[in-house]
Structures are given as C-alpha cells and as structure tokens.
C-alpha cells in the first residue's frame, strides 16, 4: 500500500506560480512511476506530468516549458512547480504512483491522492 498526501493548491492570478507536493508514505520500494494529472471542471482527467524512477519525464503538451516534475528521495516527495500559470489550468491536481505488482507479465497498480484544487483567475 502507498499513501499519497498533496498539498500546495491555491487561488493564484495569470501569470503566477504555484508549487505543489505529494508526500509519500507506505511501501515504496517498488514505486515505477509518479506523477500528476488534472481533472478541470466538465473535462476528463489528464496526465500533467510523470516521472519514471529512472529520472525520465513525460508532460502534456498544454504543460511544456511552464512545468517542471521533480522529487527528492530523502523526503519522499514529488513537486510539480507551476509557473506562467493560465486560468485554463484551473483544476483539482492529483497525485499518482504506480506500483509494480508483477513483472511477468507485467502488472502495475495506481495509487491516488485525494487532490488539491489550483484556481487560477484572469
């Protein structure tokens, strides 16, 4: 089991930055993948960031250039630093972590965090 705490969420005018963090506890070591995605009102979630344990990083397009996924192994923390952020961004963000469960075949399960919710006003 993991457990995922976010935090950093906020009102923040055009243009702002914010910087959110998950916090991560439970059984870490076979952790694959973290991440966050983004649920905006009336749309479907969609994957904002991700980083596999290898350091490698994904982000969506809308995302690129503003964004930046990073995480420090000590704390057990992964941040997502927002910046030039665009009322568009308004969404509740969500942590996630994937876990191996098998690897053959191989077998991932998801873990969420509750969300934190970014507004970002015009």
């Known amino acids: 089991q993991v457990q995922l705490v976010e935090s950093g969420g906020g009102l923040v005018q055009a243009g702002g930055s914010l910087r959110l963090s998950c916090a991560a506890s439970?059984?870490?070591?076979?952790?694959?993948?973290v991440g966050w995605h983004r649920r905006a009102p009336g749309k479907q979630r969609e994957l904002v960031a991700s980083?596999?344990?290898?350091?490698?990083?994904n982000y969506a397009d809308s995302v690129k250039g503003r964004f930046t996924i990073s995480r420090d192994n000590a704390k057990n923390t992964v941040y997502l630093q927002m910046n030039s952020l665009k009322p568009e961004d308004t969404a509740v963000y969500y942590c996630?972590?994937?876990?191996?469960?098998?690897?053959?075949?191989?077998?991932?399960?998801?873990?969420w965090g509750h969300g934190t919710q970014v507004t970002v006003s015009s």
């Open positions: 439970g059984n870490l070591g076979r952790i694959n993948t």
């Open positions: 996630y972590a994937g876990v191996i469960v098998t690897t053959i075949p191989w077998s991932v399960n998801d873990y």
């Open positions: 980083m596999t344990t290898g350091g490698s990083t």
